[in-house]
């Protein structure tokens, strides 16, 4: 199976950037929906933009127009850049992978399999 570890996150500014990354490793990404997800303080885990395995992009409302996802299958590397950020971004945010049952799932955390273990990005 897949293993992943997330780096990049830090304390940023309104309206900063954040660029985060997700190593793979044991697997190639390309046979997975690869998935960013985040989850604050007290509230429930939720997708942010995921690359299924027919490389089509999907974004969570609240990120479209300020976030991206890149998918570098020969190094193995899921990232995600993240622009024009706001105090609502804060979160620890986790990269996985996964077989999403539908593309209508593929922003539920519940149908990833792999995850790593975190970065914590903090606007302020």
């Known amino acids: 199976h897949v293993q992943l570890v997330e780096s990049g996150g830090g304390s940023v500014q309104v309206g900063g950037s954040l660029r985060l990354s997700c190593v793979a490793s044991g697997d190639t990404i390309g046979r997975y929906c690869m998935g960013w997800f985040r989850q604050a303080p007290g509230n429930e885990r939720e997708g942010v933009a995921a690359v299924d395995i027919d490389n089509s992009t999907i974004y969570a409302n609240s990120v479209k127009g300020r976030f991206s996802v890149s998918l570098d299958q020969a190094k193995n590397i899921f990232d995600l850049q993240m622009n024009n950020l706001k105090p609502e971004d804060t979160a620890v945010y986790y990269c996985?992978?996964?077989?999403?049952?539908?593309?209508?799932?593929?922003?539920?955390?519940?149908?990833?399999?792999?995850w790593g273990q975190g970065t914590q990005v903090t606007v302020s």
């Open positions: 996985a992978a996964g077989h999403p049952r539908s593309e209508y799932r593929v922003l539920s955390s519940s149908d990833y399999t792999y």
